[in-house]
């Protein structure tokens, strides 16, 4: 079965500091892997994408790692700012299209003064 | 080049009445897909459009709920006798060509939040 699980569920950081997200995804073979912002009350945005053939995508301070192997991908996060609160979520898009783009349940990031 | 619109951006019903969720593509893109977020909890899909066909609707109650999306006007998710249960935020996206495509991009709306008293 297609999975997509991220960690940890939230996380509350100091502004400033760096922090890693982290996506385990069981879909294979994959088209793509994307990572997504959603602010409160808002639509997702989107962050990176990276195709099976990629290992790093940066966007600014937002940085996204693949490892296809692991079946793992990572989203960090540098010199924290306020307006990064909100949940980032991971997308996973099947090669075939008989399958549905799976979407994990997001980590809800928290940045304090 | 306006992004998603969706709308209208809450909306309240009570229960056994009709909600009509509206949403209009980036223009250019023909490929649209409503998904449900019930607090807390991550996107759920619900059905793929591609203008005037369904693509796949199998994430869609059986009853009560359609969508479509016609040659011409915004899509349409329409949720009949509406249940608190169909409380939740709909978010439409959509994209220029098929999401399996290894570059494509999904565009998201706002959402539109459905309170059913």
């Known amino acids: 079965k297609n999975q997509v699980e991220q960690s940890p569920q939230s996380l509350i950081i100091l502004e400033g500091k760096n922090c890693t997200l982290q996506?385990?995804?069981?879909?294979?073979?994959?088209?793509?892997l994307r990572w997504y912002k959603q602010d409160t009350g808002r639509g997702p945005v989107s962050l990176t994408i990276?195709?099976?053939?990629?290992n790093t995508k940066s966007n600014g301070r937002y940085t996204a790692t693949l490892d296809a192997d692991t079946k793992q991908s990572s989203l960090h996060i540098t010199a924290s700012q306020l307006s990064d609160s909100a949940s980032y979520i991971c997308v996973v898009t099947p090669r075939s299209s008989a399958s549905k783009i799976i979407f994990g349940s997001g980590t809800r990031l928290s940045i304090r003064p | 080049n306006a992004g998603v619109m969706q709308n209208p951006r809450h909306l309240v019903r009570r229960r056994g009445q009709e909600a009509r969720l509206r949403c209009s593509p980036m223009k250019g893109h023909s490929h649209v897909y409503w998904y449900r977020q019930l607090p807390e909890e991550g996107l759920k899909f619900m059905v793929y459009l591609q203008k005037e066909n369904i693509i796949d609707e199998s994430g869609m109650p059986k009853e009560r709920f359609s969508a479509e999306f016609p040659k011409e006007g915004p899509s349409i998710l329409r949720i009949q006798q509406v249940v608190r249960g169909d409380s939740a935020a709909y978010f439409c996206?959509?994209?220029?060509?098929?999401?399996?495509?290894?570059?494509?991009?999904?565009?998201f709306g706002s959402g539109t939040q459905l309170s059913v008293l």
């Open positions: 996506c385990n995804y069981t879909v294979s073979p994959f088209s793509n």
């Open positions: 996206a959509s994209s220029s060509g098929t999401p399996y495509a290894t570059n494509e991009k999904l565009f």
């Open positions: 990276m195709t099976f053939s990629e």
